[in-house]
């Protein structure tokens, strides 16, 4: 197959001049001139030249000249005669080449009459002097170094310095002063506060203590007020019993005396009973007085504990809500440490050991039929048969081109066998 | 009309872009065009039938296989080509084959 390659070249070559010629007639019909087909041929031509499958015909070509330059008989170098040179077209993309005879070498001059032939076997003839000089070879492209400027970039010189050190310390010395001046401030405040207040004239007695001092002075006038010399039968009452004794009956002191002395002695008893009503009346408020203050003392000192009580409660209750506060927030906290740490461990789990997803093993994984038949290897024929037995498969085919590697095989019969 | 799978060789795919330009450039129509190519699918199958005489065998395991519309494709890998003595190995070939026993010529498309 591989030394197919020129027939191949050879019958696409017969197949491009069949096509163009069946088509010039078509193309006239048309009203196109001949050069349309002529440069669909070219253009034809060049791109199959450019491809592989012309390419071993290419490079089996490539030493043959375009043109063999045949000279007449009586050609002589000596007869040459200085003619404008002829560039010829090069309108097929395809570099003439020229092969001279032996003994010539360039520059060549051609004089009119001499004819030319190409590979193809086509004839040219000269009608025009021409002189034929090989092409200078081509000049290496001059490189030329990019200059690279760096630019870098001075540093701007300090033109806004700092603040002069002179001006600093007077600030700092502000400031220092200024914190001195509100401390010696703050120290008077302070001394003032510190001061004593003045003394404040007592006023406020304890209550037991209050109702003892006007106590006193009534006691000595009620026993200031008792007459010298009367006798009573019943005793003087201390001061300071809580039980009186009754006021003496008066009928029992006066029962042999005169009316005048009877009423002088009624008024003295009278007065006396008045008297003596009088200091156990002073008596009595005394005791009264005194078991008042007995009972608001012992009220005050029942309101102080209560007080010192509840001041305890509250400190108890303050102390256990502290504690009640004190145990959420550990509690909190290690609630926060222990979700931490999951989640430390989840992350940690989850990269180092990557789990592919959920029920990823039961997918079946199918060939994609685009890619199945996308291939650049590809044989265009006709088949005579096809055979199957059980899994194994015979061709019989006819006609084909294969395109291998860019390079096309013709065949007129193909015989294969594969098993599926 | 011949059958129109030529039209996928480097021959056909080079013509038709040859084809291309020119009618980009209005120097012919898409009609004439589609005439030309009609011309080449001629052109082609009596120079494939009539100038070639050669014999290739070749073996290799079917990968897939698909009949349709009389157009027989096949996956073949790991292909062994051998012409007299030539051998050539390919991974993987595709075969586009139409009926060549049928006298019809109707316009066949390509089933790549």
């Known amino acids: 197959m591989l030394t197919n390659t020129a027939p191949v070249a050879k019958l696409y070559l017969s197949i491009i001049d069949d096509v163009i010629e069946s088509m010039r007639e078509l193309f006239t019909d048309e009203g196109l001139e001949d050069r349309v087909l002529d440069d669909l041929r070219q253009i034809w031509e060049s791109k199959m030249m450019q491809s592989k499958a012309m390419e071993d015909y290419r490079k089996s070509n490539i030493n043959s000249s375009n043109f063999v330059l045949q000279l007449p008989a009586n050609y002589n170098r000596t007869n040459q005669e200085l003619t404008a040179s002829v560039v010829i077209p090069n309108n097929s993309g395809i570099l003439p080449t020229f092969s001279l005879p032996a003994g010539l070498s360039y520059p060549v001059q051609i004089p009119a009459g001499v004819t030319l032939q190409t590979a193809s076997g086509q004839l040219y003839k000269v009608n025009v002097p021409v002189v034929v000089t090989q092409a200078p070879a081509g000049q290496p492209p001059v490189s030329r170094l990019a200059q690279v400027i760096e630019r870098r970039e001075s540093p701007d010189p300090p033109s806004t310095a700092a603040p002069p050190d002179a001006s600093r310390p007077p600030q700092e010395a502000e400031a220092l002063s200024a914190p001195a001046i509100s401390d010696k401030q703050q120290q008077q405040q302070q001394q003032q506060q510190q001061q004593p207040p003045p003394p404040h004239p007592k006023t406020n007695f304890p209550p037991g203590e209050e109702s003892a001092l006007p106590q006193q002075p009534l006691v000595p006038p009620a026993e200031a007020s008792q007459p010298p010399g009367a006798h009573f039968p019943q005793p003087e009452a201390p001061p300071g019993e809580s039980e009186p004794n009754p006021p003496p009956e008066p009928a029992t002191l006066c029962a042999s005396a005169s009316p005048c002395s009877q009423l002088l002695d009624f008024q003295i008893s009278t007065e006396e009973a008045l008297t003596q009503t009088g200091q156990l009346r002073t008596n009595d408020l005394d005791d009264i007085l005194k078991e008042v203050i007995e009972e608001e003392r012992g009220k005050a000192v029942m309101a102080r504990k209560t007080v010192n009580q509840s001041d305890a409660d509250l400190g108890v209750i303050k102390k256990l809500i502290s504690l009640l506060l004190e145990v959420c927030v550990c509690v909190c906290t290690l609630i926060s440490l222990v979700l931490q740490h999951v989640l430390i461990t989840l992350v940690l789990t989850t990269h180092l050991y990557p789990q592919d997803p959920l029920n990823s093993g039961d997918d079946v994984v199918e060939q994609d039929i685009p890619d199945l038949f996308d291939t650049d290897n590809v044989i265009v024929c006709q088949y005579d048969k096809i055979h199957r037995s059980k899994n194994r498969w015979k061709f019989h085919l006819k006609d084909g081109v294969i395109c291998y590697g860019g390079r096309d095989y013709v065949f007129s019969k193909a015989v294969g066998e594969a098993e599926w | ?112």
Do not use: H
């Open chain 2, 1 to 112: 009309m011949a059958y129109q799978l030529y039209r996928n060789t480097t021959l056909g795919n080079s013509l038709q872009e040859s084809l291309d330009e020119l009618i980009q450039t209005q120097q012919i129509t898409p009609q004439l065009a589609l005439q030309v190519l009609l011309q080449f699918d001629k052109a082609i199958n009596m120079a494939l039938a009539n100038r070639v005489r050669n014999r290739v065998n070749f073996r290799g395991s079917l990968n897939t296989y698909r009949f349709c519309d009389n157009v027989w494709t096949f996956v073949l890998n790991d292909v062994e080509f051998r012409e007299v003595t030539d051998l050539v190995k390919v991974d993987k070939v595709k075969i586009v084959a139409c009926d060549g026993k049928s006298e019809s010529t109707q316009n066949k498309n390509d089933k790549w």
